[in-house]
């Protein structure tokens, strides 16, 4: 794992939790302290970039976009040949890993969510030109320790960052508008907070466990006349669908426009 930021340190101890071998993982940080808090939690040992281009089988890159280019210039000269490297940087394109990297390096790109952090994580794979059927397999078989994998093309990861990778900002903000709701019309904080949270919580779980359409399941709770009809009227007049719709689509945009300037890199 070059990079144990939450995202990355949430992946290592998925691993460890799935039942890898803490002696097959290992973590490059660039920052001391950040080291030496996943060293005390996951035990797992840390290696420079160049010790881990050396000896690892599979390379997972999980720093900011920023910091993408000079981790790059480190790695490339001290990568093995065949050497999987899979980005969970989020708007960089496959093309940029290629081009920095030793020709013919397998590449996978990932989109993951933040999720991961408790195992919940929706991640959305695309494979490079050198990428084998196996090496994406493999990353499907490590993400599948943190959550959900889905294969998408890559044409399709600006739009997946907007949906899920973004994604879980939405709920949050739902979350946080619904409890401010709640305190308005009179519940304590707490209260409010365990409320909606939990009410979140089963809604997601009926939707996966049911397998209903969203639409039969609102219906379900709408009668003529009630409560519900009277909120879902109130957020179409005020252009709720709407909004969420331009959201995610700023979001594709921006993401199509980070990989823009990466490419020009």
């Known amino acids: 794992m070059l990079g144990a930021g939450k995202m990355g340190e949430a992946l290592?101890?998925?691993?460890?939790?799935?039942?890898?071998?803490?002696?097959?993982?290992?973590?490059?940080?660039?920052?001391?302290a950040r080291a030496a808090q996943v060293s005390e939690r996951l035990g797992l040992r840390q290696l420079s970039v160049a010790q881990a281009a050396g000896t690892a089988e599979v390379l997972v890159i999980a720093v900011k976009p920023q910091d993408v280019e000079a981790l790059l210039a480190e790695l490339a000269p001290a990568l093995r040949p065949g050497t999987l490297v899979v980005s969970l940087c989020a708007g960089l394109p496959i093309g940029l890993f290629e081009a920095k990297l030793p020709a013919g390096t397998p590449v996978?790109?990932?989109?993951?969510?933040?999720?991961m952090v408790v195992a919940e994580a929706m991640s959305a794979i695309s494979p490079g030109r050198f990428a084998s059927e196996e090496?994406?397999?493999?990353?499907?078989?490590?993400?599948?320790?943190?959550?959900?994998?889905?294969?998408?093309?890559?044409?399709?990861?600006?739009?997946v960052a907007a949906?899920?990778?973004?994604?879980?900002?939405?709920?949050?903000?739902?979350?946080?508008?619904?409890?401010?709701?709640?305190?308005?019309?009179g519940l304590p904080r707490s209260i409010a907070s365990e409320l909606v949270v939990q009410t979140a919580l089963g809604a997601a779980r009926m939707l996966r466990e049911t397998g209903e359409h969203p639409v039969a399941l609102r219906e379900a709770v709408t009668s003529p006349g009630g409560t519900t009809a009277a909120a879902v009227r109130e957020?179409?007049?005020?252009?709720?669908?709407?909004?969420?719709?331009?959201?995610?689509?700023?979001?594709?945009?921006?993401?199509?426009?980070?990989?823009?300037?990466?490419?020009?890199?």
């Open 12 to 32: 290592l101890a998925g691993l460890l939790k799935a039942g890898h071998d803490s002696d097959a993982l290992c973590f490059a940080e660039r920052y001391p």
């Open 108 to 115: 996978v790109r990932v989109m993951p969510n933040t999720p």
């Open 135 to 159: 090496q994406l397999a493999e990353v499907e078989r490590l993400l599948s320790a943190v959550g959900l994998v889905l294969r998408v093309p890559e044409a399709q990861q600006d739009a």
């Open 163 to 185: 949906l899920s990778g973004t994604g879980p900002a939405y709920f949050f903000y739902m979350v946080e508008a619904m409890i401010e709701a709640g305190v308005l019309v």
């Open 235 to 265: 957020l179409d007049r005020h252009g709720a669908r709407a909004a969420l719709s331009a959201a995610i689509e700023a979001a594709r945009d921006r993401a199509a426009e980070l990989g823009r300037l990466a490419h020009s890199m």
